[in-house]
T-cell receptor, first 119, second 111 residues
Framework: DTGVSQNPRHKITKRGQNVTFRCDPI?????LYWYRQTLGQGPEFLTY????????KSRLLSDRFSAERPKGSFSTLEIQRTEQGDSAMYLC?????????????????FGAGSRLTVL | GDSVTQMEGPVTLSEEAFLTINCTYT??????LFWYVQYPGEGLQLLLK?????DKGSNKGFEATYRKETTSFHLEKGSVQVSDSAVYFC??????????FGKGTMLLVSP
């Protein structure tokens, strides 16, 4: 088990371009999360999947953002028509939630993140 | 809505000093509370957690006690090391929901 893997680690793009990030979670984990972290701030929730179903989306996830987890394994986060305000670290995390688990059992394992710079 | 407030950093200490990083929260119900740590260039790692009032989470010499009466979860360590230099995030979750994080507190420990 190599933990949560994110690619690419760094992406520099011009405003208006599309970018895609990939996340490979821990293989036995059924939940996958995307967060965004800007300088000096804590991670902010974007969306999460349980297996292949996208169960919750934050208001931060505008129409230009789309996330998929087609087979319940890896996930992609695409940003269309990037803006300078999209510059941030995009974090992926995964967890295993079993039926009947106690509250607080949802422990997230984070990847190292994908840093986006929009020029 | 839920929120977490942490003391602003950086916190600068000499090795072997006592550490406290304050964290207070606002949430309905009975959230679970967490401390995550982020070392340079690495992902966030769970440091410790507590799931109910008066629980004490502990790991690697760090401790935090869930205080419902003061809605606090302060992180403490009796003797910090240079290797503890990192950014520390306090977070909460309700039920099985997602995490709400504070802004983080940078800790710098000098030899």
């Amino acid at each position: 088990d190599t933990g949560v893997s994110q690619n690419p680690r760094h992406k520099i793009t011009k405003r208006g371009q599309n970018v895609t990030f990939r996340c490979d979670p821990i293989s036995e984990h059924n939940r996958l999360y995307w967060y965004r972290q800007t300088l000096g701030q804590g991670p902010e929730f974007l969306t999460y999947f349980q297996n292949e179903a996208q169960l919750e989306k934050s208001r931060l996830l505008s129409d230009r953002f789309s996330a998929e987890r087609p087979k319940g394994s890896f996930s992609t986060l695409e940003i269309q028509r990037t803006e300078q305000g999209d510059s941030a670290m995009y974090l992926c995390a995964s967890s295993l939630i079993l039926e009947g688990a106690l509250p607080g059992a949802n422990v997230l394992t984070f990847g190292a993140g994908s840093r986006l710079t929009v020029l | 809505g839920d929120s977490v407030t942490q003391m602003e950093g950086p916190v600068t200490l000499s090795e072997e000093a006592f550490l406290t990083i304050n964290c207070t929260y606002t949430a309905t119900g009975y959230p679970s509370l967490f401390w995550y740590v982020q070392y340079p260039g690495e992902g966030l790692q769970l440091l410790l957690k507590a799931t109910k009032a008066d629980d004490k989470g502990s790991n690697k010499g760090f401790e935090a006690t869930y205080r419902k009466e003061t809605t606090s979860f302060h992180l403490e360590k009796g003797s910090v090391q240079v290797s503890d230099s990192a950014v520390y995030f306090c977070a909460l979750s309700r039920g099985y929901s997602t995490l709400t994080f504070g802004k983080g507190t940078m800790l710098l420990v000098s030899p």
